[in-house]
């Protein structure tokens, strides 16, 4: 059986990708502080991915500082992995998010004060 | 080449499929000599008969068990990596085994069914050692007989595995090819059918057949010259020349020949 | 350690299925061969196989060329869509076979694999579905314990789930052998994430030779009104067009400069940047 979210797109390159699936994983508390991320091997047969490209997803995450490697036994999630992603995150919400927010926003007409009054409705809920 | 001889000679794929296709095809043809038997014994007969087509196909059939055993070993040898001249080698040398193997089989087909009808009064005359069966009746101690026996089916053996390797070369190589060799392989030992004893089974068949059409009276029996006539050991051994000669060739054919079997997908 | 195709080359009847294709496959890779059908992928596979015979060129492993040469080629496993194993040959005669040649063939692991796939080993290739079949050549293929093993179409008849499962096990085999694995496929997009390295053959022409990284990212698409992607794509490398309409769009070799408004830009995927390079007619 294989993981639901695996239909990489195309945009970004494989690498990048496992590494954000990662990082989702850690975000939404799926993986926690000092817990065991799953091994090369398991991602990549689980994943039908190159193990070198697993790999290179996975040492992207090291130079992070989101996990670390425990001698002998594999790759754990660091202390303030969690942090560390929401820090990332919350810089580049604004292009992530926002930029293309703003421009389907303009391409449908709807202007800034319209965004404000459903983001005052949004945010209540 | 230890290697693919080793495979030849004890894989299921190999010699012991090709013993149980030589004895499920004598048992076949078997069953055809009981019917025969039958029939002739309805028929009342009693004494002499020429079954000379019959008593050969035995060893055209080894040949064509040859060929498809052959086939097999090819093929595998090829999807295996093994290299042309491997897999020439190592059928050369694998053939007389074979070839002696499917000469002892068809000489025992042949000696038990003469002694079935010979049970039932009937004598089978075949292959041109008209006396044999008499022999084998009335010596059967006598393993120069035997020896005998075994030696002439062992050069018709070659003969039909030769015919078996210009087969196998012209299916993987072209048509074309594979018809020049097999005619090629049938003047061969036309040449040397020439030789046998003046009631080879080739010429007891022409004069039959002259002695029963009415133009043919005219043209007289037919009669190898005499000079020409050679025992059956150096027949043996010129055949095995020959035989070896036809492989050159199929080697020939074959050392570049694309194997690649059919397509499917 | 690697293989190597130097200027290999293989004509039929004067027309070229190979011309010219220099490669290098290196142990501890999985490697993908793409093209269309007859683009030569199968002649490819064969040529390194001893199956058939180059008109020009060679294929070299560590140098040494594999031509009629025992020693190299047994270290290689070449499976094919072809019925080159004889049919009437049952599935443990076929493995125990292979243990004549393949020094390193491990006939355990073909029993693991034909109980994962639920293969029943007596029974003979001839009495197999075209999906079974492809799984048995695998099979055959996975436990020779080559160093180099060449799957041309593996998928060929399987059901998705047995696709998975294939996956899976060539990388099981994969980390644990350190083979390397050249596979030829037509299920471009499932398969992508498996290759280190692709190789893309166009009518006997190697037109690309990279890692899938940069294969993937070496190219962009662009749509919109026709008139508009024709003044943008001036001057570039266009890989292919099509027109919808008063739309088009074109897959573009580079990255993108700046896009006026009104024009799309996207990523093709390998299997679309596959069929752009391809395709039948090509303007540049």
Known sequence: ?125 | MKDFIGYALKNHAGLIRFIKMMCGVLCGTGVFYLITLIALKIDGTIGWIDLPLMELSGIVLSGVCFATAADSLIRMGVSCGVSRKTILKGLAAAAPVYAAVSAALTELAEEVTVIIFRLFGIRLRGLGYVTVDDLLWNATENWRTKVFGFCAVLMFTFGAFAAAFMYIAGKTHSRKRGVTAAVLTVFVYWIFSVNIDCKGWLYDLLNRAAEATEPWKYIGRFDPPPSLIFSQTELLTLTLIGFYLLYGLFAVIMRNAPIRGRETG | MSIELKTLTKSYNKKLALDRVSLTIEKGTICGLLGRNGAGKTTLVNLVGNRDFPTFGEVLLDGVNVRENDKALRKIYCMGADDLIPTNMKIKEVISSMGYFYKSSDAKYAEKLCGEFKLEMGKKLSQLSTGYRTIAKVIFAMSSGADYIFLDEPTLGLDANHRELLYRLILERFEETEAAFVISTHLIDECAGLFERCFILREGTLIADEDSETLRSSAFVVDGKTEAVLLYTSGMEVISRSELGTLSSACVKGKPGNVPAGLEISKPSLQQLLIAMTADEQRG
């Open chain 1, 1 to 125: 059986m294989s993981f639901n979210s695996p239909v990489f797109n195309d945009t970004e390159p494989l690498y990048i990708q496992i590494a954000q699936w990662i990082e989702d994983k850690i975000v939404t508390g799926q993986l926690r502080a000092d817990e065991q991320i799953p091994s090369t091997t398991e991602l990549s047969q689980s994943l039908k991915i190159n193990p070198a490209t697993v790999r290179k997803g996975v040492s992207i995450l090291v130079d992070k500082g989101l996990v670390y490697k425990k001698r002998g036994m594999g790759m754990y999630v660091t202390e303030n992995a969690v942090a560390n992603v929401r820090d990332d995150r919350r810089e580049k919400f604004f292009d992530d998010f926002i930029v293309p927010l703003l421009a389907e926003a303009k391409r449908l007409g709807i202007t800034g004060e319209d965004i404000i009054e459903m983001l005052k409705g949004g945010s209540g809920k």
